[in-house]
């Protein structure tokens, strides 16, 4: 059973640009969380999905950001017109039930020019 | 509102040497509790998780934690450390009443030396 999925591993934008991060859950696992890690800092909540569902964004800066889990595919973070400060490790879990342990991806290291 | 501490930020111990990091929660109620481990550039590792009974969890790769309600801690421990255990040490809470979320502490960085 592959565990959780997430790419780009890295990746470069010029500020102003679009950054798309993808995770595909494990198999079986329909709840998705999305957490940034800042430079020297711990983990910050940042979103929680289910399919098709957001049921937690109080992480989520209110503007630029977004994320979804379709049906179908991965679920997707999303972040338009980049600045500096979104530099970060971008780290997916997924959980098969919720209140459960979350078991997490590798992450995304974003990196603005 | 819930925070967790890890109040060392930064620990150096002998290879061999016995290791505890803290971790304080604060939260009403009892939280799921959560010890991570990360390795540079990687993704985070469970080590160990509480969410009720025993009081000491034991983990994987030597690793242990006991819960204490009274000092509202779950301090992680491991008698003798190997080389392969420096890395990022994160706790973490969970099991917030109407949140999924988990909320980490700030990390501690653990320095093997041989």
């Known amino acids: 059973n592959a565990g959780v999925m997430q790419n780009p591993r890295h990746l470069v934008r010029r500020r102003g640009q679009e950054a798309r991060l993808r995770c595909s859950p494990m198999?079986?696992?329909?709840?998705v969380y999305w957490y940034r890690q800042l430079p020297e800092e711990g983990l910050k909540f940042m979103v929680y999905?289910?399919?098709?569902?957001?049921?937690?964004e109080s992480g989520m800066p209110k503007e630029r950001f977004s994320a979804e889990f379709p049906k179908e595919g991965p679920s997707i973070l999303r972040i338009q017109q980049v600045v500096r400060g979104d530099s970060a490790a971008y780290f997916c879990?997924?959980?098969?039930?919720?209140?459960?342990?979350?078991?997490f991806g590798p992450g995304t290291r974003l990196t603005v020019l | 509102a819930q925070s967790v501490t890890q109040p060392d930020i930064h620990i150096t111990v002998s290879e061999g040497a016995s290791l505890e990091l803290r971790c304080n929660y604060s939260y009403g109620a009892t939280p799921y509790l959560f010890w991570y481990v990360q390795s540079p550039g990687q993704g985070l590792q469970l080590l160990l998780k509480?969410?009720?009974?025993?009081?000491l969890v034991q983990g994987i790769k030597g690793f242990e934690a006991e819960f204490k309600r009274s000092q509202s801690s779950f301090n992680l421990r491991k008698p003798s450390v190997h080389w392969s255990d420096a890395a990022e040490y994160f706790c973490a809470v969970g099991g917030l009443g109407n949140t999924d979320k988990l909320i980490f502490g700030t990390g501690t960085r653990l320095q093997v030396f041989p």
């Open positions: 509480y969410f009720s009974g025993d009081t």
């Open positions: 879990a997924s959980s098969p039930v919720s209140y459960n342990e979350q078991f």
């Open positions: 999905l289910q399919k098709e569902n957001i049921i937690d």
């Open positions: 198999k079986g696992h329909s709840h």
